[in-house]
């Protein structure tokens, strides 16, 4: 079975600062995906970032960056230029491939961006 | 652009009462699941379906039932409900999971 460790609970950081959220995971796959959501106070779930197994080359989007370390299943989370509005709980989750494409989630990271 | 809706927001039961919760999606996407999130324990799997047609438990399937009616809808049932399934409930569809707004339900 996989897991999912979010070993921050909580983080903070300064507007316009850096922040990384880290993520580890356990599996015997070798074919996977790897996700970072966000969920704001509205309790909305949002897509942040995706990694592929496959993809040596780290994920972007915009601010957002990971860094994929494959043989250390490790998938941090770098949030650059931090604004108020990133603060969210933050949610790395894992998803198999084979049969049963389920997902795993972290037990989140409560990131606060503060002014 | 409606992607994954959910009903009802909110609702209150009473210990041993029975309800469904509505999921439907509007992506032509073939798999849906339905998870759970409690305090401090992220989202955990109650059930999914890969394809119409096809259920299967996750990791949480006990005291729920599911039936995917068609390609686009997805629902779950509570036939007694517990209080220990108070929680917040969360339907998503497609590889990327594509989320609902959410159901708070509270079992008193």
């Known amino acids: 079975a996989q897991t999912v460790t979010q070993s921050q609970p909580e983080m903070s950081v300064q507007e316009a600062e850096t922040v990384t959220l880290s993520c580890t995971y356990d599996t015997s796959e070798n074919n996977y995906y790897l996700f970072w959501y966000k969920q704001p106070p509205s309790r909305q779930m949002i897509l942040v970032i995706r990694q592929e197994a496959y993809k040596q080359q780290n994920a972007t989007e915009n601010r957002f960056s990971v860094n994929f370390q494959k043989a250390a299943k490790s998938f941090s989370l770098k949030i650059s230029d931090s604004q108020l509005g990133d603060t969210a709980m933050y949610f790395c989750?894992?998803?198999?491939?084979?049969?049963?494409?389920?997902?795993?989630f972290g037990p989140g990271t409560r990131l606060s961006v503060l002014p | 652009n409606a992607g994954v809706t959910q009903t009802p927001k909110f609702q209150v039961l009473k210990t041993g009462q029975s309800m469904t919760l509505q999921c439907a999606q509007d992506m032509n996407h073939n798999s849906m699941y339905w998870y759970r999130q409690d305090p401090g324990m992220g989202l955990r799997l109650i059930y999914y379906?890969?394809?119409?047609?096809?259920?299967d438990k996750g990791e949480v399937p006990n005291g729920y039932n599911v039936s995917r009616l068609n390609k686009r809808e997805f629902s779950l049932r509570l036939e007694s409900a517990a209080p220990s399934q108070t929680s917040v409930y969360f339907c998503a569809s497609s590889a990327a999971l594509h989320f609902g707004n959410g159901t708070r339900l509270t079992v008193t």
């Open positions: 989750a894992f998803m198999k491939l084979s049969y049963g494409q389920n997902f795993v």
């Open positions: 379906s890969a394809s119409e047609g096809t259920t």
